[in-house]
């Protein structure tokens, strides 16, 4: 199968198709073949290398290639023995740690949704990772209660 792979830190031309073996799955996964995913600002960081000056820089060894991406969505194709809540054909989306630029993904059971009718997998593509990141920021740092309103000043972009 093909992914593409950073193979050298720096502009988006060192990005590289690679011919990779599909991933085996553990009892917990399932296998997705993508069919959307998107750029993440830590996509970019690790790609030009900021991220080797970040305080983040222990969470993310570097070992080239190394193939980007965190939002998957697409279809499934396998469950491993112990999934039960998804079944080949169904539509999901979620997140991998890394590695989502890639025509087949291993994804834990837990960090996948069905993907609601109403949105493309392009939309779907988008929406794991920022979504992730605007409920951190309003519930976990925020600390937003139910009942409870906010202003968002100046909201652009993913987020």
Same mark, same amino acid.
């Given at each position: 199968?093909?992914?593409?792979?950073?193979?050298?830190?720096?502009? @988006?031309?060192?990005?590289?198709?690679?011919?990779?073996?599909? @991933?085996?799955?553990?009892?917990?996964?399932?296998?997705?073949?993508?069919?959307?995913?998107?750029?993440?600002?830590?996509?970019?960081?690790?790609?030009?290398?900021?991220?080797?000056?970040? @305080?983040?820089?222990?969470?993310?060894?570097?070992?080239?290639p190394i193939v980007l991406g965190f939002d998957v969505a697409g279809i499934v194709?396998?469950?491993?023995?112990k999934v039960r809540h998804f079944k080949p054909g169904d539509r999901v989306m979620?997140?991998?740690?890394?590695?989502?630029?890639?025509?087949?993904?291993?994804?834990?059971?837990?960090?996948?949704?069905?993907?609601?009718?109403?949105?493309?997998?392009?939309?779907?593509?988008?929406?794991?990772?920022?979504?992730?990141?605007a409920w951190q920021a309003l519930f976990e740092h925020g600390r937003l209660q139910?009942?409870?309103?906010?202003?968002?000043?100046?909201?652009?972009?993913?987020?």
């Open positions: 199968m093909k992914a593409i792979a950073l193979i050298s830190l720096g502009i @988006p031309e060192v990005l590289e198709e690679l011919e990779v073996p599909v @991933p085996t799955l553990t009892d917990t996964q399932v296998l997705v073949e993508m069919r959307a995913s998107s750029i993440n600002p830590a996509d970019i960081q690790m790609r030009n290398g900021a991220i080797l000056q970040s @305080p983040m820089a222990d969470k993310f060894p570097v070992q080239l194709k396998e469950v491993g023995e979620g997140l991998v740690p890394m590695g989502s630029y890639m025509d087949y993904v291993a994804v834990e059971e837990d960090h996948l949704a069905v993907i609601p009718e109403s949105l493309s997998f392009e939309e779907a593509g988008a929406a794991p990772a920022v979504a992730l990141t139910p009942r409870q309103r906010i202003l968002v000043h100046a909201g652009a972009g993913g987020l």
